[in-house]
């Protein structure tokens, strides 16, 4: 039998028992709160010592229309319903004078999931943290199993995790696509397996936060036991390169991948701007054309001029709102990238089309445009950012010196 989906906010309430008047004697209660978009806010509501409160989880319950939304909403309500739980079970203990519990049986998963879904409440940003705890669950699950709780989490098995990491763990996006010919088993970097590391670190503060634990076993890591970070390898593409590929045809499908990329050489957008930006967000003044968008990682603004040569690869579309550019997903893009860069003769290094955003800094800087236009340019936070791609610079002209060296001296 087909699962009833909740379509309205009183049948959300209804359906997952999140009206007040149905707890009578617990401490603490989810219940949901009607918002006026339809949806429905989950609300921690309890009492202790006769003063009641409510704190929001920040997590929202969106109107069933299939049954994809249904799933998440039953896996949001089922994950703060174990934190009400154990909540209710600390007052309970602590109002007859015992010292509330260590959870040291909860799963861990549950509680990165519960945090990932957190992180997207506040931020409405799946490329920042919510990505990152839902990758690390996935290692996490990869290394040990699902049911991990935090009672197994020691000072051995974060070193064994480490290990995984630098031994075992692969990058999990090149495992999704549906076709097996075309997954591929390529190890995470070592930055990767650093930043995972971090997140790590990061979940079990917030555990020791949350009294689910009394104190971080990260602590009683050694620092050899830790992977370190590096410089990390921005490869990009010298001017002589953007000629060739001008100048080389794409023949590999209907999906606007030379057109893309030269733009995000020319302008420096990450792929997924690409992917949206649509002729409305196109705008023009006294100084010329200028692109104005909500950039699709950080959730931050941002506004750049465009070359007139990045103008006169945007396709012909039939609306103003239709994105630009007909691309696939990331992994699939770059596959076809590859095709032509082969084509053209590029093949000594991997270029993908973040590297067309490297390619931009780099030319840019490397012409002598000065590093703060050059990083808000391609809307970094931090112009520390943008200094990793001078110091490219440098010890590109450093190994240009030392190239002359061999051959005169």
Not at 109 to 122: H, N, S, V
Not at 238 to 255: Q, V
């Amino acid at each position: 039998m087909a699962k009833k989906l909740f379509q309205t906010a009183s049948e959300l309430l209804e359906g997952y028992g999140l009206n007040e008047n149905r707890y009578k004697t617990r401490r603490v209660n989810l219940v949901g709160k009607p918002l006026p978009s339809g949806k429905v806010s989950l609300i921690k509501y309890g009492r202790n010592n006769g003063k009641r409160f409510r704190v929001s989880t920040g997590t929202v319950l969106e109107c069933e229309t299939n049954l994809n939304i249904k799933r998440a909403n039953e896996e949001k309500v089922r994950l703060q319903r174990i934190q009400c739980d154990a909540e209710n079970a600390d007052l309970e203990r602590t109002n007859v004078g015992f010292e509330p519990a260590p959870k040291s049986n909860a799963k861990f998963i549950d509680f990165l999931q519960a945090l990932a879904e957190a992180e997207y409440e506040r931020t409405k940003n799946k490329h920042s943290y919510y990505y990152n705890l839902k990758a690390l669950s996935q290692h996490i699950i990869a290394y040990d199993n699902a049911n991990v709780e935090f009672r197994d989490i020691t000072v051995d098995w974060i070193v064994g995790f480490v290990e995984y990491l630098r031994n075992d763990a692969v990058n999990f996006n090149y495992q999704r696509t549906p076709k097996e010919d075309n997954r591929k088993s390529v190890h995470i970097s070592q930055n990767s397996q650093c930043r995972l590391q971090r997140n790590l670190n990061f979940a079990l503060n917030k555990a020791v936060k949350a009294k689910i634990i009394s104190s971080n076993p990260m602590r009683g890591l050694d620092a050899d036991d830790k992977v370190k970070p590096v410089s990390g390898t921005r490869n990009f593409l010298s001017k002589d390169e953007i000629r060739t590929l001008i100048n080389t045809p794409y023949t590999h499908g209907r999906h606007d991948i030379k057109e893309s990329f030269l733009f995000a050489c020319y302008t420096g957008l990450r792929f997924s701007d690409l992917k949206a930006v649509a002729m409305k967000d196109f705008h023009r003044d006294e100084n010329g054309i200028y692109l104005r968008i909500i950039m699709q990682k950080t959730k931050e603004p941002l506004k750049i001029y465009i070359p007139k040569v990045s103008m006169s690869l945007i396709p012909t579309r039939e609306s103003d709102s239709i994105p630009i550019f007909n691309l696939p997903k990331n992994d699939h893009a770059n596959r076809n990238l590859q095709k032509w860069l082969k084509d053209a003769g590029i093949t000594d290094r991997n270029i993908t089309f973040h590297s067309a955003r490297h390619t931009a800094a780099t030319l840019l800087l490397s012409n002598e445009i000065p590093i703060a236009v050059v990083s808000k340019q391609l809307g970094h936070l931090k112009i520390s950012t943008t200094e990793i791609y001078a110091k490219i610079i440098d010890e590109a002209q450093k190994s240009a010196a030392t190239k002359m060296d061999d051959l005169f001296m």
